[in-house]
T-cell receptor, first 111, second 115 residues
Framework: GIQVEQSPPDLILQEGANSTLRCNFS?????LQWFHQNPWGQLINLFY???GTKQNGRLSATTVATERYSLLYISSSQTTDSGVYFC?????????????FGQGTTLQVKP | GAGVSQSPSNKVTEKGKDVELRCDPISGHTALYWYRQSLGQGLEFLIYFQGNSAPDKSGLPSDRFSAERTGGSVSTLTIQRTQQEDSAVYLCASSLEWGSHQPQHFGDGTRLSIL
């Protein structure tokens, strides 16, 4: 099946710093989502981005589908950005809607 | 409702008991998904419903797990004869329709602990 790899697995930042999280996938996809799981376990939709670039406030994401990767940018990080960031994809040729998740990047932002 | 609603939010039960977890999707969403997140792990797909089509059960880990979706809306995930390895957070998601261009929206999950 399709493999989803996220890097780095762990990241510690000082408040105000910028960061880039990466998601590599092993096959063509037609759905890619980035999620933030906060310390209370809630899974928050950040971006639906099977291709192209999107921005939402301090966050932006870029997916280059032909090269099978996506990047999540966090600028001017805040302590509330802490948590786990997941990338999830749906295989392009799949006849089911299920998402395959990466193992996540755990981000800690220190004040 | 405004989002995907799951109940209960927490469930503690003894090994060997049966449990039922409920999911109420976003109004109008025809696709519904169940995932499981074990401690410190990513999310693992369990089962998927789309309208009146046969569900995709390919992710169910054993025959102790089953799910139904009544009336195309509310879904119940049932685990029979629970085992300690069933302890996890069970997350439900819904999307507007099955297809490649519909994001999935997740509920807050049910945290299941098997003693």
């Amino acid at each position: 099946g399709i493999q989803v790899e996220q890097s780095p697995p762990d990241l510690i930042l000082q408040e105000g710093a910028n960061s880039t999280l990466r998601c590599n996938f092993s096959d063509s996809v037609n759905n890619l989502q980035w999620f933030h799981q906060n310390p209370w376990g809630q899974l928050i939709n950040l971006f639906y981005i099977p291709s192209g670039t999107k921005q939402n406030g301090r966050l932006s994401a870029t997916t280059v589908a032909t090269e099978r990767y996506s990047l999540l940018y966090i600028s001017s990080s805040q302590t509330t950005d802490s948590g786990v960031y997941f990338c999830a994809v749906r295989k392009g040729s799949s006849n089911t809607g299920k998402l395959i998740f990466g193992q996540g990047t755990t981000l800690q932002v220190k004040p | 409702g405004a989002g995907v609603s799951q109940s209960p939010s927490n469930k503690v039960t003894e090994k060997g008991k049966d449990v039922e977890l409920r999911c109420d999707p976003i109004s109008g969403h025809t696709a519904l998904y169940w995932y499981r997140q074990s401690l410190g792990q990513g999310l693992e797909f369990l089962i998927y419903f789309q309208g009146n089509s046969a569900p995709d059960k390919s992710g169910l880990p054993s025959d102790r797990f089953s799910a139904e979706r009544t009336g195309g809306s509310v879904s119940t995930l049932t685990i029979q004869r629970t085992q300690q390895e069933d302890s996890a957070v069970y997350l439900c998601a819904s999307s507007l329709e099955w297809g490649s261009h519909q994001p999935q929206h997740f509920g807050d999950g049910t945290r299941l602990s098997i003693l």
